[in-house]
């Protein structure tokens, strides 16, 4: 049974920071590239970061210089560090798993996906 279950959202003021983990279970993580997204009510899901399965990261500009994903394939997790947290950062954050090595930002083409976490930032 794969799961992927996100924890660390909240509520936080601009210019604060958090960090979001996701936590792989039911299939062979390391051959899977993991992407978080995050989704506004009323718009479409978003891809902000990926990293691939030797480690590289990759950015979408919204994020990019303010959000760092690593992961740590011993214990299946990947984590979001969001520094300098801005209003518009609010979403419901949702972690996923595509097979394969190279990026995507396209959510359709991940397979595995958790339940998300809300951050809200405020003024």
């Known amino acids: 049974h794969v799961q992927l279950v996100e924890s660390g959202g909240g509520s936080v003021q601009s210019g604060e920071s958090l960090t979001l983990t996701c936590v792989a279970s039911?299939?062979?993580?390391?051959?899977?590239?993991m992407g978080w997204f995050r989704q506004v009510p009323g718009k479409e899901r978003e891809g902000i970061a990926v990293i691939e399965t030797d480690g590289t990261a990759r950015y979408t500009e919204p994020v990019k210089g303010r959000f760092t994903i690593s992961q740590d394939n011993a214990k299946n997790t990947v984590n979001l560090q969001m520094d300098s947290l801005m209003p518009e950062d609010s979403a419901v954050y949702f972690c996923?798993?595509?097979?394969?090595?190279?990026?995507?930002?396209?959510?359709?083409?991940?397979?595995?996906w958790g339940q998300g976490t809300q951050v809200t930032v405020s003024t």
């Open positions: 039911g299939y062979t993580y390391s051959g899977y590239c």
């Open positions: 996923a798993a595509k097979s394969g090595w190279f990026y995507n930002f396209d959510d359709t083409v991940y397979t595995f």
